[in-house]
């Protein structure tokens, strides 16, 4: 246990589908993160939130969206998907932004299915 | 932007010391150097983070020399249970986060 909380473990979704990924963390922590990791790439940031404000967007397309409602929790809207979409799909937290913050706490993430 | 380049595996044996390499060329003056530990179905787990010299702790030293464009992670006497994959990141001051493509571990009996 990491305190870092990811629902659901798994999702299977086809392309029209809108769906949401949940992230909760209760670990104090002001920077929380958006990971894609697929089978053939390295770990890819996504998206960074540092006190609920989001400092960076990677050049993710726009059919994934971020939220973070609170320090606490961060959730990623996904709609319209394709398959190359399919993923793990982790987050994380960490005491304070990059670089050179600590640690970052990372979720057991989504495994994500798009068909 | 800092591109990080690892080996892609690496064999070793219980009780031996493993060092694994990574390369960042262009590295910038206020990034910092972190590894990370990946088992199957779990999310990365924090090893070690460092600027510059040496940093050591209870699991693993980071060596980084003076021109910062490569770093060191050096396991002492690795067990089976260090079998894992290990993940070198660039941090960047402008919140870009590069990592490497990992380099997975074997340890042997």
């Known amino acids: ?115 | 932007l800092a591109k990080t380049t690892q080996p892609i595996s690496m064999d070793s044996y219980e009780g031996q010391e493993v060092n694994i390499t990574c390369s960042h060329n262009n590295i910038a003056t206020n990034d910092y150097i972190t590894w990370y530990q990946q088992f199957p179905s779990q999310g990365p787990r924090f090893i070690i983070q460092g600027y510059k010299t040496k940093v050591t702790n209870e699991v693993a030293s980071l060596f980084i020399p003076a021109d910062r464009k490569s770093s060191t992670l050096s396991l002492p006497r690795v067990s089976l249970s260090d079998t894992a994959v290990y993940y070198c990141l660039v941090e960047n001051a402008g919140n870009m986060l590069t990592f490497g493509g990992g380099t997975r571990l074997m340890v042997k009996p």
């Open chain 1, 1 to 115: 246990e990491t305190g870092v909380t990811q629902t659901p473990r798994h999702l299977v979704m086809g392309m029209t589908n809108k769906k949401s990924l949940k992230c909760e963390q209760h670990l104090g922590h002001n920077a929380m993160y958006w990971y894609k990791q697929s089978a053939k790439k390295p770990l890819e940031l996504m998206f960074v939130y540092n006190f609920k404000e989001q400092t960076e967007n990677n050049s993710v397309p726009s059919r994934f969206s971020p939220e973070c409602p609170n320090s606490s929790h961060l959730f990623l809207h996904l709609h319209t998907l394709q398959p190359e979409d399919s993923a793990l799909y982790l987050c994380a937290s960490s005491q304070e932004p990059p670089p050179g913050g600590g640690e970052q706490y990372f979720g057991p993430g989504t495994r994500l299915t798009v068909t």
